[in-house]
């Protein structure tokens, strides 16, 4: 019995413990550059008419003309008379002509930019942003270089050095 109790516990003496260290290394280097695009959102504006008024007597009321997709609505005048003379009254016309609708505008195929642009009545234009002297290097040192560009651009370098010795 002595001997199959030293056996077990020689045995248990060689058996290696499991090692908990365990070793991580990540370093990244980036740059990143950007030149933006130009950019043009133009909103069509639709056509609206509007009276109001009090002690007005109406013949013939106002309004909107049906437009078309290659000319706009157009006034419809209207025939006004006071009410009652000798009395206050007010009168309000108001019209807004809406934009026609633009047709033919195609992109190039080969650029993938448009000849002409539509414009309506409500326009966002962003200027392209201009590369100029836009430029960045990743170096053996671990230390990157960017240099600015033109308007509209943007330059980013960036290192990550991590080490993590127990997970």
Same mark, same amino acid.
């Given at each position: 019995m002595k001997k199959l109790l030293? /056996? $077990?516990?020689? %045995?248990v003496i060689? $058996?290696?413990?499991a090692s908990a260290a365990e070793i991580n290394n990540? $370093?990244?280097d980036s740059?990143?550059?950007t030149v933006n695009g130009a950019g043009l959102q133009s909103t069509r504006v639709g056509s609206s008419y509007a009276v109001s008024g009090n002690n007005v007597s109406v013949t013939t009321l106002g309004g909107l003309t049906g437009g078309s997709a290659t000319a706009? /609505? =157009?006034?419809s005048a209207?025939?006004?008379d006071i009410g009652t003379d000798e /009395?206050?009254?007010n009168f309000s016309e108001s019209l807004t002509v809406g934009d026609v609708v633009s047709t033919g505008v195609e992109a190039s195929s080969t650029t993938g930019t448009f000849s002409s642009v539509n414009m309506y009545s409500d326009n966002q234009i962003t /200027? %392209? &942003? =201009?590369? &100029?002297a836009l430029a960045g290097t990743l170096s053996a040192t671990g230390i990157s270089t960017v240099t600015a560009g033109g308007q509209g651009t943007t330059a980013l370098g960036q290192r990550t050095v991590s080490l993590s010795v127990f997970d």
């Open positions: 030293l /056996a $077990i516990c020689g %045995g060689f $058996i290696s413990s990540t $370093i990244t740059v990143q550059l706009p /609505a =157009t006034l209207g025939d006004y /009395a206050s009254f /200027a %392209g &942003g =201009t590369a &100029g």
